[in-house]
């Protein structure tokens, strides 16, 4: 039995912060039901290449756009714009736990899919509703993407060289947070209906998790009332915590706290360091990062990388390699930790990164793959 056999969802999401919360809870073991419009579903079974290819080495629709966030779900085509639709959507809710949805405020009204109209049918529903900045506020109406939420919610003044241009991170990660505050809501929402049989919505905005998220940086900014300006690959408030240069490429230092500092120091034989009143603490040592950062880079520069990851691993200091993506995928840890899976496909199979949560007793099924376009219809036929 999985940890959440006993839901239904009903997902009227697409692209990324909703089927990335309704992927947690497929995971979890509840059924999945992905509304997908019949002329091409969501927007991201286009987003290619690359394309899946089947066992003949011919490309799919189902770019792996698609596939990293639709696992376990089933897919069904309906025209939510027709009466034929809606009465179809209607009847499905009945027996649904959860709505999930990312369409505009007050988009899915026309449809009478919104929760005014759900909740009448089905009175216990929880109904979670995600789009760029929430049911209110001047903002409201406007349509939000990741990397405008990025740059409007302060993520981007923070990211990047320096000296250089702001810069967005390399994956959506404003999606994927919203994606994940959707799934601790929906079943904090479904604890509560579970205790009083009381339904409710939930409103879920990308840019209040983008604020959310920005966590010691921004309670640096309320306490401090100093913006925070951008340090690269250091860190606002622990030194040294960064990428470094050594004579064959860079490598991570990431200095957690004073005994690991003085550890460090001895192994750039410089345990002087460790005694010098503006380095002794972490605090010194981020007042003055200026005077202290130049000589670390000096002596890093001395030996390749494999020197300095040997001896930070020796004497147990945090830090290692900057992997290629492949590089990681193909560590000796994430094998041993079951992070890659290879789930049975329509073209074959497909190969997905895992999920992270590991239950002892309800451990997740990898055995539905990311569905092709309408694969489930039949789940409406005798509705």
């Known amino acids: 039995m999985s940890a959440l056999s006993h839901l239904r969802v009903l997902d009227l999401s697409r692209v990324l912060a909703g089927p990335w919360a309704t992927q947690q809870l497929a995971?979890?073991?509840?059924?999945?039901?992905k509304i997908e419009k019949p002329d091409g579903g969501d927007d991201t079974r286009g987003w290619g290449p690359p394309f899946l290819k089947d066992n003949a080495g011919n490309p799919t629709r189902e770019a792996a756009y698609y596939l990293c966030t639709n696992r376990g779900k089933h897919s069904v085509c309906v025209d939510m714009a027709t009466p034929e639709g809606q009465a179809i959507l209607h009847e499905l809710v009945k027996s649904c736990d959860v709505v999930v949805e990312n369409f505009k405020v007050g988009g899915?009204?026309?449809y009478n899919l919104d929760y005014d109209s759900l909740s009448k049918i089905k009175p216990d529903l929880v109904y979670c509703s995600i789009t760029g900045f929430g049911q209110n506020g001047p903002r409201a109406?406007?349509?939000g993407y990741d990397f405008m939420i990025q740059g409007l919610g302060g993520l981007m003044s923070i990211t990047g060289d320096p000296t250089g241009e702001p810069v967005k991170v390399g994956v959506a990660v404003t999606d994927l947070f919203t994606g994940l505050y959707a799934t601790i809501a929906i079943l904090a929402a479904l604890s509560h209906r579970d205790r009083s049989g009381v339904g409710q919505y939930i409103d879920l905005a990308l840019f209040d998790c983008q604020l959310a998220m920005l966590a010691n940086v921004a309670s640096n900014y309320l306490v401090g009332n100093v913006p925070?300006?951008?340090y690269g690959n250091a860190h606002a408030n622990i030194v040294p915590y960064q990428a470094?240069?050594?004579a064959n490429g860079h490598v991570i230092v990431a200095v957690g706290n004073d005994s690991q500092f003085t550890r460090f120091a001895e192994l750039c034989n410089h345990a002087e360091w460790a005694q010098d009143e503006r380095f002794r603490t972490n605090k010194g040592r981020v007042v003055n990062r200026e005077i202290l950062i130049p000589q670390i880079k000096a002596v890093l520069k001395l030996h390749p990388r494999r020197f300095w990851i040997d001896g930070m691993e020796r004497l147990g200091i945090p830090g290692g390699p900057i992997n290629t993506v492949a590089e990681a995928l193909a560590e000796p840890q994430a094998t041993a930790r079951g992070m890659l899976v290879d789930i049975p496909h329509p073209a074959g199979s497909v190969k997905m990164v895992a999920n992270p949560i590991h239950f002892s007793q309800t451990p997740i099924q990898?055995?539905?793959a990311p569905p092709t376009l309408g694969q489930?219809?039949?789940l409406i036929d005798n509705l």
């Open 228 to 230: 925070p300006p951008r």
């Open 108 to 110: 899915l009204a026309k």
């Open 27 to 33: 995971d979890m073991g509840a059924e999945v039901i």
């Open 141 to 143: 109406d406007q349509a």
């Open 244 to 246: 470094f240069e050594t």
């Open 376 to 378: 489930h219809n039949s």
């Open 366 to 368: 990898y055995e539905v």
